[in-house]
């Protein structure tokens, strides 16, 4: 698998664009992780085939996570698609995401030219989507979120969405290949919000391979530097990426 981060932002830094990652298995397939305000302008820059993409995975319900879907389908429209979109989420997937296409852009669902399919993700059971295993875990923030582990037999990544980890999160990233998880603050300053410490707890607690931070507060980005860049030197496992960055998995 390959994780190219499209963006690594909080919902309000205007420095970085929202966190949203390009998965590429070794088959081939394409997923999209989350897709917040500006991740489908970052997607067409990375990709411009418009059947390329087979599955987009919404975390949870805010919008640096999911705003930018009513773009990414029109940009497909407008690109002839023909393909089957999967689009994976939690319980309310379908309805939220006509009720927001139906408040962007009123009527253009009729007359996509291709097929939405929808699929409910829930930690009670796993999906088989895209050559990949999808289970998830939920984590402690202010609207439900879904943490996603995706399996394609030879290596697994976990993306956190938002919210802090708990013991089934613990359950579900034991041994990962690599994390991608929010870290807002550098220690839980902020409830329902992850931070740089609680995820080297968590690496470290659970044998996670290697941890990408990203979600972080543009503030904390901007005033903790140095802070941040000498916990990086004493954690090799560690990493922060910026937008562009491309991280393969064995
Ligand atoms: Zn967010
Ligand atoms: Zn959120």
Redesign the pocket.
Known sequence: MKALFLGVGE?CDPRHGNTSVLLTTADGATVLLDCGFTAAHRFFAACDDPDRLDAVWI??F?G??FFGIPLLLLRFLDMGRRRELALVGQEAIEQKIRHLMEMAYPGFMAKLGFALRFHVASPAGALSLAGLRWRTAPTR???P?LGLLLDDGSSRLYFS???RPGDRVAALVRDCDLAIHEAFRIKDEVP??GSIGGCLRLAKRTGIRRLALVHLEGRTRQEHGPEITAILARHPTLVLPQEGDLLVLA
């Open positions: 919902a975390s949870h805010h640096d996570h923030h202010s609207q979120n969405g938002d919210g329902g919000h």
